[in-house]
Nanobody
Framework: QVQLVESGGGLVQAGGSLRLSCAAS????????MGWFRQAPEKEREFVAA????????NYADSVKGRFSISRDNAKNRLTLQMNILKPEDTAVYYCAAKETRTTAATTQAQEYDYWGQGTQVTVSS
């Protein structure tokens, strides 16, 4: 069982930046792809970014390409999402997720992830 805890959310003006972090529980020896998803009020959860275990494969949603950057530090069990040029439409609860895998895929499908954090609120004012 992997426990994930997000942090770094908050209120920011449009055009600003935030850095989200996801801390994973102690290492298990297994390998995990990691991802960020978000859910706005009355909307379905949507994919934001994903990174493979090795960091070689990365995927972004079209809506965040060029503005968001995902990275991971396996030695520290930490996943990061740097969000720049934030827009009001980025407002949502952001979730960190982990998928146990031996592949190098950066999975974009929420239903394929095994573990989820509790989420952190990001609010972007216009």
């Amino acid at each position: 069982q992997v426990q994930l805890v997000e942090s770094g959310g908050g209120l920011v003006q449009a055009g600003g930046s935030l850095r989200l972090s996801c801390a994973a529980s102690e290492r298990t020896g297994r390998t995990y792809a990691m991802g960020w998803f978000r859910q706005a009020p009355e909307k379905e959860r949507e994919f934001v970014a994903a990174i493979s275990w090795t960091g070689v494969s990365i995927n972004y949603a079209d809506s965040v390409k060029g503005r968001f950057s995902i990275s991971r530090d396996n030695a520290k069990n930490r996943l990061t999402l740097q969000m720049n040029i934030l827009k009001p439409e980025d407002t949502a609860v952001y979730y960190c997720a982990a998928k146990e895998t031996r592949t190098t895929a950066a999975t974009t499908q929420a239903q394929e992830y095994d573990y989820w954090g509790q989420g952190t609120q990001v609010t972007v004012s216009s």
